[in-house]
């Protein structure tokens, strides 16, 4: 499949995957400063399968929710052209699933190879990927084959030079469009008498192998990104250059050089630590960054000087609004909160405007909620609803149910005898907002609902005489009786409310 991206590899100063770092402050922060490209965090291919895509309307973003509300990954339009996404997988199809899913939204994917903590060697994902040359093969190809951004992986190097050069050949060959190299050793001893497979990595105390990235910088055609030298070459912006030429590569990535001071990608020099700070806090603030990722950054920022009264008070701080007053940034604090209240406000008011201007004037409505207090365990309005369509030969009840984009509350319509029927009243989950439809249809049709104060309940007394087959029901009345025909229409991108916390 044909690239098609302006996205380029050669010449450029990169900011560097790094977990807790590399969240959407500090990539538009370094931005700001100068660099070219930034990489995200390396998320797991498994918890990204089973996120959503969220346009959030009040941040301007777009977020990936987990099924907890999490939001696991967040960007926006300034960096639409120049993020790739870092993504740890060991399995070719969940590789290709999550780029797919993330495609339109970042400028590229990357397959991290380097990566040896426990947590991802365990799960034979990042540097564990270096001894199995045919499984990065397998996820290296179905992705430049599937995806139209392009694709690069980021690898340790191997103890011999000549096998790691012949596995970044044999990489190239999957048709990647670039290669970042951390000039440390990945080593892997097997035991096999004892079961125990032991790895070690070079520590970044240890000299990066510049000497390996030059030969490998040779040895292919592709772009090679120098990564690794913020320990021994990277102090300030001119140590890039001299670090590229040492390795012959075409673009330097950075890491904890960029995570201490992210303006080391300003041409003009470093601008003083507490503008940093605080640019880096306006931009946690204006895109809800959750405090304890905001209080890790700007941690490792300080440094040294965590021991003072200013990093002891960022150590206590407890949300977001008291690491600004930390930083005696508690008026930005306030005034932007107070944008996102009227936004979202505003937003709020213009959608039930348009719910009411389109709504449809046949269906019955009544304001209810279905209260499962009210009823007898395991007895709900739907069953009843389901019951008396039954006893009147009418077609099963047919619900559709829609999902509000700003607060991603639910509403059902359900249609009996021809006539639709809703509750006003939106809810959290789909399950109650059916629930609430079928009231509302009983209530219209005069016929019971079967609540406790209605007195004796015919439908609990059908479960006594042992027909329960028909009338089991999940929780929050969901009954298995249900009509399989029964629709669900999700707005596939609703916008997710997640404003900073007053």
Request: with cysteine; proline share 5%; charged share 30%.
């Amino acid at each position: 499949m044909t690239v098609n991206t302006p996205l380029c590899f050669r010449g450029k100063k990169i900011l560097a995957p790094m977990v807790r770092v590399g969240t959407l402050p500090m990539r538009l922060l370094a931005l700001d400063y100068g660099a070219d490209i930034v990489y995200c965090e390396e998320l797991i291919d498994i918890k990204m399968m089973q996120c959503k895509r969220v346009i959030n309307e009040v941040l301007e973003t777009v977020d990936f929710v987990a099924p907890n509300e999490r939001v696991v990954f967040r960007t926006c339009e300034r960096e639409r052209e120049r993020v790739v996404f870092q993504m740890g997988s060991a399995d070719a199809e969940r590789a290709l699933a999550v780029a797919k899913l993330v495609e339109s939204d970042v400028a590229g994917i990357d397959i991290n190879m380097g990566c040896p903590k426990e947590y991802s060697t365990k799960a034979r994902m990042g540097a564990a990927l270096l001894s199995d040359p045919d499984k990065i093969e397998s996820i290296l190809t179905t992705l430049v084959k599937g995806i139209c951004k392009p694709v690069t992986c980021k690898i340790r190097i191997l103890p011999s030079v000549e096998d790691t050069v012949n596995l970044v050949k044999r990489i190239e060959k999957t048709g990647i469009a670039a290669i970042a190299v951390h000039g440390r050793k990945y080593l892997v001893f097997s035991f096999s008498f004892c079961l125990l497979e032991r790895k070690k990595e070079e520590r970044p105390q240890h000299p990066v192998h510049c000497d390996v990235i030059k030969a490998i910088s040779e040895a292919v055609s592709i772009p090679v990104i120098a990564n690794g030298g913020s320990h021994d070459f990277i102090k300030e912006y001119a140590d890039m250059e001299t670090f590229q030429k040492a390795t012959a590569a075409s673009s330097v990535m950075i890491a904890r050089a960029a995570m201490w001071n992210p303006s080391i990608f300003r041409k003009e020099g470093f601008c003083p630590l507490k503008d940093v700070m605080q640019d880096y806090i306006k931009y946690a603030v204006r895109y809800d960054n959750h405090y304890t990722n905001t209080k890790y950054c700007l941690c490792q920022m300080l440094r040294e000087q965590l021991e003072t009264t200013q990093g002891k008070r960022l150590h206590a701080a407890q949300s977001t609004q008291e690491i600004c007053e930390v930083f005696e940034m508690g008026d930005f604090y306030e005034e932007t909160t107070a944008i996102f209240e009227a936004k979202k406000t505003s937003l709020e008011t213009k959608m039930q405007d348009e719910d009411d201007q389109t709504d449809d004037p046949d269906v019955i409505k009544m304001a209810v909620r279905f209260d499962k207090r009210e009823y007898p365990p395991q007895i709900t309005p739907k069953m009843y609803l389901l019951e008396w369509c039954r006893k009147e030969k009418h077609p099963q009840p047919v619900y559709e149910t829609i999902q509000r984009p700003l607060d991603r509350l639910f509403c059902s319509v359900v249609t009996v005898a021809e006539r639709k029927y809703r509750s006003t009243l939106w809810d959290k989950s789909k399950k109650l907002a059916e629930q609430a439809a079928a009231i509302v249809c009983l209530r219209a049709l005069g016929v019971p609902e079967g609540k406790l104060c209605e007195g004796e309940n015919h439908l609990v007394n059908k479960r006594k005489r042992g027909d329960q087959e028909s009338l089991i029901s999940r929780d929050h009345g969901e009954d298995l009786a249900e009509p399989s025909h029964k629709k669900a229409n999700f707005i596939e991108e609703p916008s997710e409310m997640n404003v900073p916390k007053m």
